[in-house]
């Protein structure tokens, strides 16, 4: 099984030879299941900021420095560069659904794992969406699920499901397995069309943050 475990360098350069000093740490790593570390130099973290967006705001509020200084903590990201990312990502999201849905020719089985391996990207999706929304932006799966429905008007069902398998319980019927993915994919769209709309509408200011 993957870890959930990702692990970002911070060197002074990325010439190769840089590289090759934690070539031996970086290989260990992975093969323990990690994914692959990712390598950074304080002025390309600062040059990203409007490339990836949705990736720097989620290390920002939920990395832990092991050592070293934190290059992360002053993070800031405008919001048109956060929604541009968040309307490519979700076009794309839909159009690898669109293409996993064919391609399982009604299989329970890959159609279930097509739902699955969704689902962390789509949490990913959610969260950016959430601050973009003017909302903060929860960690636990179940509380991204519950202010994304709330905040944006969609049904929690079909996310609930998939999250239960994501965590391992079960699938059910063919029938069962083809009603929730048309109850996502019908939900995601919901969304997508949220954030072409925020695209025009004045952000709302995240709870507790100015005003009374």
Not at 94 to 109: A, F, N
Not at 191 to 196: D, E, G, R
């Given at each position: 099984?993957?870890?959930?475990?990702?692990?970002?360098?911070?060197?002074?350069?990325?010439?190769?030879?840089?590289?090759?000093?934690?070539?031996?740490?970086?290989?260990?790593?992975?093969?323990?299941?990690?994914?692959?570390?990712?390598?950074?130099?304080?002025?390309?973290?600062?040059?990203?900021?409007?490339?990836?967006?949705?990736?720097?705001?989620?290390?920002?509020?939920?990395?832990?420095?092991?050592?070293?200084?934190?290059?992360?903590?002053?993070?800031?990201?405008?919001?048109?560069?956060?929604?541009?990312?968040?309307?490519?990502?979700?076009?794309?999201?839909?159009?690898?659904?669109r293409?996993?849905?064919?391609?399982?020719?009604?299989k329970?089985r890959?159609?279930?794992?097509v739902l699955?391996?969704?689902?962390?990207?789509?949490?990913?999706?959610?969260?950016?969406?959430?601050?973009?929304?003017?909302?903060?932006?929860?960690?636990?799966?179940?509380?991204?699920?519950?202010?994304?429905?709330?905040?944006?008007?969609?049904?929690?069902?079909p996310?609930?499901?998939?999250?239960?398998?994501?965590?391992?319980?079960?699938?059910?019927?063919?029938?069962?397995?083809?009603?929730?993915?048309?109850?996502?994919?019908r939900?995601?769209?919901k969304?997508?069309?949220?954030?072409?709309?925020?695209?025009?509408?004045?952000?709302?200011?995240?709870?507790?943050?100015?005003?009374?």
């Amino acid at each position: 099984r993957r870890s959930d475990l990702n692990v970002l360098v911070v060197l002074k350069d990325l010439e190769l030879e840089w590289l090759e000093r934690a070539t031996e740490v970086a290989v260990r790593w992975t093969r323990r299941g990690n994914p692959p570390m990712l390598f950074f130099t304080p002025e390309l973290i600062r040059e990203s900021q409007d490339v990836f967006p949705m990736e720097f705001l989620d290390i920002r509020d939920s990395h832990r420095v092991l050592a070293g200084e934190d290059f992360f903590r002053e993070v800031r990201v405008a919001p048109e560069n956060l929604r541009l990312q968040c309307e490519s990502e979700l076009k794309g999201k839909m159009i690898q659904l669109r293409e996993g849905y064919l391609l399982t020719q009604g299989k329970k089985r890959d159609l279930f794992r097509v739902l699955v391996g969704s689902f962390s990207a789509v949490m990913t999706l959610c969260r950016a969406v959430l601050r973009l929304g003017g909302e903060t932006s929860p960690g636990a799966h179940a509380a991204v699920i519950d202010r994304t429905c709330r905040r944006f008007g969609l049904e929690e069902v079909p996310f609930r499901r998939v999250a239960a398998w994501k965590r391992g319980e079960p699938a059910g019927s063919l029938a069962e397995v083809r009603a929730v993915f048309r109850d996502y994919y019908r939900e995601l769209r919901k969304l997508q069309n949220a954030v072409n709309r925020l695209g025009t509408e004045p952000p709302r200011q995240a709870p507790g943050k100015g005003g009374k």
